[in-house]
């Protein structure tokens, strides 16, 4: 199995940046299709990136393509979120995910995940 910690949250004006790191340990990492989710008070946990093994293959959801980039470093066993021109409605608990399947659009379903981290929360204010 694998274990999975988050940094870089925190609390930031609406148009600023952050950058989320999900630090991986354990089994092989570049094993894994990555993802990132979030979950805002009184929400449903939701999909926001992926990427795939080796990194050449992204996918976003809708509010966030142009502002997040998911990359990874299969040589650190890290993978990141970018994260630009941030709104109020990006503040959430933002969560790493690992998926030992397949690169597919189901990758965007939380149910696909097999590994999750703690979290790590970002306040976006306005």
């Known amino acids: 199995q694998v274990q999975l910690v988050e940094s870089g949250g925190g609390l930031v004006q609406a148009g600023g940046s952050l950058r989320l790191s999900c630090a991986a340990s354990g089994r092989t990492f570049s094993n894994y299709v990555m993802g990132w989710f979030r979950q805002a008070p009184g929400k449903e946990r939701e999909f926001v990136a992926a990427i795939s093994r080796s990194g050449a293959g992204t996918y976003y959801t809708d509010s966030v393509k142009g502002r997040f980039t998911c990359s990874r470093d299969n040589a650190k066993n890290t993978v990141y979120l970018q994260m630009n021109s941030l709104k109020p409605e990006d503040t959430a608990v933002y969560y790493c995910?690992?998926?030992?399947?397949?690169?597919?659009?189901?990758?965007?379903?939380?149910?696909?995940?097999?590994?999750w981290g703690q979290g790590t929360q970002v306040t976006v204010s306005s």
């Open positions: 995910a690992a998926d030992v399947g397949l690169f597919t659009r189901a990758t965007m379903t939380k149910s696909s995940y097999d590994y």
